[in-house]
């Protein structure tokens, strides 16, 4: 074994000693509220599919007539000969469904932070975001030629501080925050940011990737929640959680679109989005357009299983959403608690740092308008067992 792997062989054991070490479990099949992994039947709590999307029927129907119609591939990078009519009906009726001026679609969401933070800011602004926004948001600052800096979780006294020492020393300042905060469920205060931006004459950006299908009406995202249509500058949204399938979008301005179409990287140098997700994710939003029973559905769901929990005595945070942390603390006593879920018939991943802060370690449920009562029943009598065996509760 040469230098450098010993070096990272080092390094893989020294995360399995902490506890950090990530085993990929396989999904034999669709990603459904029960669920084969690893050849065992599961309630699946780990899902994003947040809609129950991923293995409709209309959605799978709409991507086999795609292919037929367009083949497997867009077949080069959009700005050249991959720019579908497929791609262009898509982003017309988002910029419908978001009450946008207009929408661009990217290949992922973690593409959208990555290729419009860089885009929109240069050398002379400054970039402000929450302290606990996702990756993607960390890693499309550090593209950027923008300084950056960070204000304290959801804090607006702290938000507005850093605006002040800051705000005349750039030409711009973008201040980004996650919709929904993925470890945690609570819910960006976006109407104070938004005050705070229009007082001092800064940008606002909103990643929603976990409220896309989840807030607002038929699920249009924190924007709509919040009411604050035209009013915030970069709304980002995900078509692979809620919506069942791959891809992400920028929603605003028609100039910001027009701005993104000639400056956002992974647009220009990736191909485009394949004709069947293309499909896919547009009969996912003419659902949502024609009914809020998926949302309604999970936001039911989701409120007796938060509810059930709670009473049983374990630690659920501040979640406001569909998303519920029970928070155990210890890395390794996280995933042995993850394990052993599994064993007993539940399946949801325990989720340690670097994705959240050291000694904050948990498993991470997230239900789904897919869950019927008596599955959700069924794994909270697992968890309690188990919690009660492991002296969590």
Same mark, same amino acid.
């Given at each position: 074994?040469?230098?450098?792997?010993?070096?990272?062989?080092?390094?893989?054991?020294?995360?399995?000693?902490?506890?950090?070490?990530?085993?990929?479990?396989?999904?034999?099949?669709?990603?459904?509220?029960?669920?084969?992994?690893? $050849?065992?039947?599961?309630?699946?709590?780990?899902?994003?599919?947040?809609?129950?999307?991923?293995?409709?029927?209309?959605?799978?129907?709409?991507?086999?007539?795609?292919?037929?119609?367009?083949?497997?591939?867009?077949?080069?990078?959009?700005?050249? +000969?991959?720019?579908?009519?497929? #791609?262009?009906?898509?982003?017309?009726?988002?910029?419908?469904?978001?009450?946008?001026?207009?929408? %661009?679609?990217?290949?992922?969401?973690?593409?959208?932070?990555?290729?419009?933070?860089?885009?929109?800011?240069?050398?002379?602004?400054?970039?402000?975001?929450? !302290?606990?926004?996702?990756?993607?948001?960390?890693?499309?600052?550090?593209?950027?030629?923008?300084?950056?800096?960070?204000?304290? @979780?959801?804090?607006?006294?702290?938000?507005?501080?850093?605006?002040?020492?800051?705000?005349?020393?750039?030409?711009?300042?973008?201040?980004?925050?996650?919709?929904?905060?993925?470890?945690?469920?609570?819910?960006?205060?976006?109407?104070?940011?938004?005050?705070?931006?229009?007082?001092?004459?800064?940008?606002?950006?909103?990643?929603?990737? @976990?409220?896309?299908?989840?807030?607002?009406?038929? $699920?249009?995202?924190?924007?709509?929640?919040?009411?604050? #249509?035209?009013?915030?500058?970069?709304?980002?949204?995900?078509?692979?959680?809620?919506?069942?399938?791959?891809?992400?979008?920028?929603?605003?301005?028609?100039?910001?679109?027009?701005?993104?179409?000639?400056?956002?990287?992974?647009?220009?140098?990736?191909?485009?989005?394949?004709?069947?997700?293309?499909?896919?994710?547009?009969?996912?939003?003419?659902?949502?357009?024609?009914?809020?029973?998926?949302?309604?559905?999970?936001?039911?769901?989701?409120?007796?299983?938060?509810?059930?929990?709670?009473?049983?005595?374990?630690?659920?945070? #501040?979640?406001?959403?569909?998303?519920?942390?029970? %928070?155990?603390?210890? !890395?390794?006593?996280?995933?042995?608690?993850?394990?052993?879920?599994?064993? +007993?018939?539940?399946?949801?991943?325990?989720?340690?740092?670097?994705?959240?802060?050291?000694?904050?370690?948990?498993?991470?449920?997230?239900?789904?308008?897919? #869950?019927?009562? !008596?599955?959700?029943?069924?794994?909270?009598?697992?968890?309690?067992?188990?919690?009660?065996?492991?002296?969590?509760?």
């Amino acid at each position: 074994m040469n230098n450098q792997n010993n070096y990272l062989q080092a390094k893989v054991d020294d995360l399995k000693k902490e506890g950090l070490y990530k085993e990929f479990k396989t999904v034999e099949g669709p990603n459904e509220a029960i669920c084969k992994i690893d $050849g065992k039947e599961v309630i699946n709590l780990s899902s994003n599919n947040y809609l129950g999307f991923a293995n409709h029927p209309r959605l799978k129907q709409a991507a086999i007539r795609a292919i037929e119609e367009y083949g497997v591939g867009a077949g080069a990078v959009r700005p050249i +000969n991959g720019n579908l009519k497929i #791609h262009n009906d898509l982003e017309k009726l988002l910029a419908e469904f978001k009450e946008e001026e207009a929408v %661009i679609v990217y290949q992922s969401g973690y593409n959208c932070n990555a290729g419009t933070i860089q885009a929109v800011v240069d050398v002379g602004d400054l970039i402000i975001s929450d !302290e606990l926004n996702h990756a993607s948001i960390i890693d499309g600052c550090r593209l950027s030629k923008a300084k950056k800096t960070v204000f304290k @979780h959801s804090d607006m006294d702290d938000l507005e501080r850093v605006i002040k020492e800051n705000r005349d020393q750039y030409n711009q300042v973008l201040i980004i925050t996650d919709g929904v905060f993925s470890m945690d469920g609570d819910i960006a205060k976006l109407p104070q940011i938004v005050e705070l931006a229009e007082k001092y004459d800064c940008l606002t950006y909103v990643d929603d990737a @976990h409220a896309s299908g989840v807030l607002g009406r038929s $699920g249009r995202g924190t924007v709509d929640h919040f009411n604050l #249509h035209g009013r915030v500058d970069f709304i980002i949204g995900t078509l692979s959680k809620a919506i069942g399938v791959i891809g992400g979008y920028v929603a605003g301005k028609q100039e910001t679109i027009d701005w993104l179409k000639n400056r956002g990287r992974p647009l220009l140098f990736s191909t485009g989005n394949t004709p069947a997700d293309t499909a896919a994710v547009l009969e996912a939003i003419k659902m949502l357009m024609e009914s809020e029973e998926y949302t309604k559905r999970l936001w039911s769901n989701a409120n007796y299983f938060k509810e059930k929990l709670g009473k049983l005595g374990f630690n659920t945070g #501040h979640s406001e959403t569909p998303i519920t942390p029970i %928070i155990i603390g210890d !890395e390794a006593k996280s995933s042995e608690f993850s394990r052993k879920l599994f064993e +007993n018939g539940v399946f949801s991943s325990p989720i340690v740092f670097p994705t959240v802060p050291k000694g904050t370690g948990r498993i991470r449920c997230m239900v789904t308008a897919g #869950h019927k009562k !008596e599955q959700l029943d069924e794994a909270i009598e697992i968890i309690r067992k188990v919690g009660q065996e492991m002296q969590i509760i």
